[in-house]
């Protein structure tokens, strides 16, 4: 089973950066794709964005230019660096890996950032 540790999340004011991080163990098989979704107060979880194992990667229009998603493939970690936060980001940050060749589906816990204006 894999174990996802999230960190990073909390309070930053509008215009400030945060970063989280999500590090993956438990798993003798590869780690496709890492990436970070979100979901606010009465809506739906969204991605926000994505990267392969091989770098590629992919975001949300409404982040574009402001996060970035990287990956430690030596240490299973995934990292979103966001600035220019503004309080529509406001969620709780789910990371989320595929494992191995049928791209097994885990969740982690979810850590909430909050954007005050």
């Known amino acids: 089973q894999v174990q996802l540790v999230e960190s990073g999340g909390g309070l930053v004011q509008a215009g400030g950066s945060l970063r989280l991080s999500c590090a993956a163990s438990?798993?003798?098989?590869?780690?496709?794709?890492m990436g970070w979704y979100r979901q606010a107060p009465g809506k739906q979880r969204e991605l926000v964005a994505r990267?392969?194992?091989?770098?590629?990667?992919n975001y949300a229009d409404s982040v574009k230019g402001r996060f970035t998603i990287s990956r430690d493939n030596a240490k299973n970690t995934v990292y979103l660096q966001m600035n220019s936060l503004s309080p529509e980001d406001t969620a709780v940050y789910y990371c989320?890996?595929?494992?191995?060749?049928?791209?097994?589906?885990?969740w982690g816990q979810g850590t909430q950032v909050t954007v005050s204006s």
């Open positions: 989320n890996v595929r494992v191995g060749i049928y791209d097994d589906n885990f």
């Open positions: 438990g798993t003798p098989f590869s780690i496709n794709t």
């Open positions: 990267i392969t194992r091989t770098q590629n990667t």
